[in-house]
Structure formats: C-alpha cells, structure tokens
C-alpha cells in the first residue's frame, strides 16, 4: 500500500476519471454546472470539473493539472490530491451558485487556479519568497480578467468569475491541508 501514498497514483485516477467521463457525452447536461439547478442535483457541484467542451479543452486542462501535480509533487499523496481536488471543485461550485448571475460550465480551469494558488502559498511559506511575484501575476491576470478581458480562446462571458472563485480556493486548500475531518469536529473530553 505504499504506493497508494504516491502523488502519481492519484494523478493518474483523476486523468482516467475525466476521460471516462469525457467518453460519456450523453452524461454531460446531468453534470454540468447550472446555478439554477445545481443545488437541487448535487453532484455538478463536483463533476462539472471533470467534463470538458471538447477533447482540446480536456487536454489542456488535464495538462494544466500535470504540471501542476508533478512541478509541485514534493506538495501531493494521493490521498490529499484527491481530497483537494474535491475540496477546490465544491467551493469554486458553491461560490459561483451564490452568485447574483446565471452560470453554466463545465471544465477544470477554476480548480486548476485553486491548486496553482495554493502551491504557490506554500512555496512562499517555505522561504521561496520569489514566488510572490508568480501569486501576484496570478492574482493580477484574475483581476484583469474580471475587469474584462478575454482572451479568444475564452469560451462563456463567465470565464473570469469561474477563475475568481477557484483562486480563492487556494486560500481554503492552505488552511485545511492534510487535515482529518475528525480534526474540525469539537471532541466533549
């Protein structure tokens, strides 16, 4: 089982996952994210991070999460791979659902700011402090990107509020790393 402790393993799950569930077009209206409807489905709130437009955009999403997970492994098991990938796909849902606008996506893109943000955090943590620079681009290309401005590859005028909410995961996915629930529960002594 110590293997099970590598962050390939759970890297390679996620991949397989996404492109069994790419193979499946006909599941995709039932998880895909609809703020209007997502609340009373459940599983969106997840799986719409897992299913993509097409195979470009599943490409370069699971791509992005590679080099995210092996650029940054010293960071991941596959125990909290997973957990932070569920972790950052249910807030980034829960936060575009409060949202005052209609949203309807599919894709990896938000989680992807999530973990990205996150890694960078703990390399600042750890004395790498000229990742700050990389964390303020990040958090400036967001910005920019609320402001407006869309690149063409951009598919959904609510592209940039799906990179918000995931970039705000990071700061949820430092706070609660490699924490047990059992952890977050007050224990009666």
């Excluded at 997840?46 to 791509?63: D, G, K, M, V």
């Excluded at 938000?110 to 943590?125: N, Q």
Aim: glycine share 6%.
């Amino acid at each position: 089982m110590h293997y099970l402790n590598r962050y390939w393993v759970g890297l390679v799950l996620v991949l397989g996952i996404s492109c069994v569930l790419q193979l499946l077009p006909q599941w995709h209206q039932q998880l895909s994210f609809h703020s209007e409807t997502v609340m009373s489905q459940g599983w969106p709130l997840i799986t719409t991070h897992f299913i993509h437009l097409n195979w470009t955009h599943a490409l370069f999403n699971l791509a992005g999460l590679t080099l995210i997970v092996v650029i940054w492994r010293e960071y991941w098991n596959t125990r909290w791979l997973v957990n932070a990938l569920l972790l950052s796909s249910a807030a980034t849902s829960l936060i575009l659902w409060l949202l005052p606008i209609t949203i309807i996506f599919v894709g990896l893109s938000g989680v992807l700011h999530g973990l990205l943000g996150y890694c960078l955090i703990k390399d600042i943590k750890a004395g790498k402090k000229w990742m700050w620079l990389i964390l303020i681009a990040l958090i400036g290309k967001v910005v920019v990107e609320l402001l407006g401005w869309q690149p063409d590859h951009f598919v959904g005028q609510h592209v940039s509020y799906i990179h918000a909410a995931g970039l705000l995961t990071a700061l949820l996915l430092y706070k609660l790393e490699r924490r047990r629930l059992s952890d977050a529960v007050p224990h009666k002594d």
